[in-house]
């Protein structure tokens, strides 16, 4: 087998599962219009993890060691755009179903992996250790591509709904802010854990 699927399924659902910036959204989102109205945007951050994986499985990622500040710039916007969604999210107040304006849509959710650093660690992980030498760039892609696809379409929504349960028992009573600034701090936490703590935004093969 030229890719370790069941380490490498194993290693990616302690990751896609846990917390992290897109499931601290997905859960924001849930709690805030539920899941039937946010499906475009779990959507959207289901398929979003496709435009990484992609490029790396066909070069980018051998590009890191040539171009280093290209790499440092995308990761540090990343790190600014995840901050600014946890300051939208410690802002939010539960009220399913009946907040102002349209919930977040597809095209919105389609740039929370591409701009997440722990998406990044995962993938580039998931190359660096879990795929034989020598294995064709094709197959090797589209086996992560398939492998994550489908744990995103199962754990995705499993944390919105989460929000939504959440949300039906916390919205309008004093423990609400306090939930969303708590929401706000693992999104941040996650993200320096994800730059100094578990994957790397850089892998280093193994």
Known sequence: MSVAILPFLAFAT???GTPGPANMVLLA????YGLRRALPFVAGVALGKQLIIWPLGFGLLALQDDYPLVFQALKWISVAYILWL???????????????????GFLAGLIVHPLNPKAWGLITTGFTTFVIADTPPLQATATIAICLLGLQMVLHPIWTFAGQWI????????GEKYLMWTLAALTVASVFYALFGGTQFQGTAQ
Do not use: C, H, K, N
């Not at 946890?86 to 977040?104: I, N, Q, T």
């Not at 949300?167 to 004093?174: I, K, N, Q, V």
């Open 14 to 16: 302690s990751q896609v």
């Open 29 to 32: 989102t849930g709690a805030r």
């Open 86 to 104: 946890a300051y939208r999210v410690a802002g939010m107040r539960l009220e399913v179903g009946a907040a102002d304006g349209p919930p977040p």
């Open 167 to 174: 949300a039906a028992g916390l919205a309008g009573r004093p």
